[in-house]
């Protein structure tokens, strides 16, 4: 019997949930969105505890460079291993770093050292673990998949992510109402152990193809630079995205604002929350994603929304309304990334995939560490709202600016750039 048509409509913008079928990624997958759900409660303890020690936006601001160095260092060096080695052992190896570093924080706040200092240390050490595991995941999904299934995978994972920085910050909300941070550390050591077990059932993914001997360094990151050098589109991709995080995201100034506009602790985790409510909405309702062909003016159109949002909500005076225009921007976020994504791994060959996923995780994570470090001392310069508004603002004439500038993005469509991509010069690890 032919499926009704009212039916066919609403599975048309539904999510596509036929990649969990694949046992290894649904593991993953679940792995991926418990386990993330306590890293975000973390991530929303550690900037909470050091504007309470220090009563600082710029300190913490500061968070963003502590953890962007390790992160680029080894977000670079993690792709290349990537393509050197057994993802699947890599992983693991590199989601052990990322534990180690949150038992850490647990133990330092059961402590009460309420050092600046020690906090600084330990966010770098998790940004290494963070910046190797990050690349690797994401370059283990096209392994599992067919090349017309990769979007799907990947809009799962994003939602997956989104969904954890709803539930984290929220969960964070309340936790640090307590007045103990140690309960937020925990907490997330406890919801970490799912992903690691999902990393330890995977089965091996040694690298295609013939792999030199020598271990992988700085000629192999260079290959993997020189090749995306070669690569406007996804080099635009990777442009686009530094300007939409670096420019526009407010999150560093969120303890402040929630302390003097919105009322103290409760409203911190709805901060934090916000752009992750709008990315979950919009992943639910993301069928549409898929049979979008001109992909870099969609991706364009996605971070100009993405930052007039974000304007928006920095002159709102009342919290939902606050939390409403950042929802609205996380949706638009969501999409923009997903399509950055797709881009890449249906792009690039698989003997670079690792290393520009080492790539992309440096910009996506680096980007809005830049952010934080923008927001906060601009804040302290011109005060928050300033400096919230003025980067929504800036964000959405820039990415326009470079758009027009390189019109190569503009003009991508996957119904004519696929397989366009120049092949990778030598083999993994060259």
Not at 203 to 212: E, K
Not at 390 to 395: K, Y
């Amino acid at each position: 019997m032919p499926e009704p048509p009212r039916k066919r409509g609403l599975r048309r913008f539904a999510i596509d949930t036929d990649p969990l079928r694949n046992a290894p990624f649904r593991r993953l997958w679940i792995g991926q969105g418990v386990s993330f759900v306590g890293f975000q409660v973390t991530s929303v303890a550690v900037p909470v505890q050091v504007y309470d020690i220090s009563h600082s936006s710029a300190w913490v601001g500061a968070l963003g460079i502590v953890s962007l160095v390790p992160l680029i260092v080894f977000g670079l060096w993690g792709g290349a291993v990537a393509d050197h080695m057994d993802r699947r052992k890599l992983l693991l190896a590199s989601s052990l770093i990322t534990w180690a570093s949150t038992l850490l924080l647990l133990v330092q706040a059961l402590l009460g050292l309420d050092s600046l200092l020690l906090l600084m240390a330990v966010v770098g050490v998790q940004s290494v673990g963070f910046a190797v595991s990050s690349p690797t995941r994401s370059a283990i999904v096209p392994r599992l998949f067919p090349k017309e299934e990769v979007a799907a995978a990947t809009t799962l994972n994003f939602t997956a992510s989104q969904v954890g920085m709803l539930a984290g910050p929220l969960l964070a909300g309340l936790v640090i109402g307590t007045g103990h941070y140690s309960l937020a550390y925990g907490l997330d050591a406890v919801l970490f152990t799912v992903g690691l077990y999902a990393a330890l059932r995977l089965p091996d993914l040694p690298p295609l193809g013939d792999v030199p001997a020598a271990a992988p360094g700085l000629r192999s990151v260079w290959d993997g630079l020189r090749y995306l050098g070669t690569q406007p589109v996804l080099m635009m991709s990777f442009v686009v995205d530094i300007i939409a995080m670096g420019v526009a995201m407010p999150r560093a100034l969120f303890p402040e604002v929630a302390d003097e506009r919105f009322g103290g602790a409760h409203a911190v985790g709805w901060l934090f929350a916000s752009i992750a409510i709008g990315s979950v909405l919009g992943g639910l309702m993301s069928g549409w994603i898929g049979r979008v062909h001109r992909q870099g003016v969609a991706l364009v159109a996605a971070i100009v929304a993405w930052g007039l949002a974000v304007a928006a909500a920095g002159l709102a005076h009342s919290l939902w309304l606050a939390v409403a225009l950042l929802a609205v921007g996380g949706a638009a976020d969501l999409i923009s990334a997903v399509f950055r994504q797709t881009m890449l791994q249906t792009y690039a060959p698989d003997e670079m995939r690792g290393r520009l996923q080492g790539v992309f995780t440096v910009v996506v994570a680096g980007g809005p560490r830049l952010g934080d470090l923008r927001a906060g001392v601009t804040a302290t310069a011109v005060g928050a709202t300033a400096s919230w508004v003025g980067g929504g603002v800036a964000c959405a004439v820039l990415v326009v600016v470079a758009a027009l500038a390189a019109p190569a993005l503009l003009r991508y469509d996957t119904r004519t750039a696929a397989g366009t991509a120049e092949p990778a010069a030598g083999g993994p690890g060259a």
